[in-house]
């Protein structure tokens, strides 16, 4: 079983920039592939950026491309989402997702075992 916890969610203003985290726990994070996910009130949960388990391949949304950055640091069993250029419409809360046998394709949650509580963004215009 592994736990995922996010932190680094918080108030920024239109235009700013935020580094989200997760943490996970267990001795095998470095095998998983992981994924960041977004979910409005009302909304279906919303893909945004994966890592491969290496850290070599990334893939986002067209949405985020160009804004964010998915990072991981397999020592600290940790990965991250920096977060620029954000827009009030981003205001949701913010998903890790693990994916213990790297499947393919990552976009759908379906391909994740694995889900963090959640970190809310809140963007001000």
């Known amino acids: 079983q592994v736990q995922l916890v996010e932190s680094g969610g918080g108030l920024v203003q239109a235009g700013g920039s935020l580094r989200l985290s997760c943490e996970a726990s267990?001795?095998?994070?470095?095998?998983?592939?992981m994924g960041w996910f977004r979910q409005a009130p009302g909304k279906e949960r919303e893909f945004v950026a994966a890592?491969?388990?290496?850290?070599?391949?990334?893939y986002y949304a067209d949405s985020v491309k160009g804004r964010f950055t998915i990072s991981r640091d397999n020592a600290k069993n940790t990965v991250y989402l920096q977060m620029g250029s954000l827009k009030p419409e981003e205001t949701t809360v913010y998903y890790c997702?693990?994916?213990?046998?790297?499947?393919?394709?990552?976009?759908?949650?379906?391909?994740?075992?694995?889900w963090g509580q959640g970190t809310q963004v809140t963007v001000s215009s």
């Open positions: 890592i491969s388990w290496t850290g070599g391949s990334t």
């Open positions: 267990g001795r095998t994070f470095g095998t998983y592939d």
């Open positions: 997702a693990a994916d213990s046998v790297r499947r393919r394709p990552w976009s759908p949650e379906t391909s994740y075992d694995y």
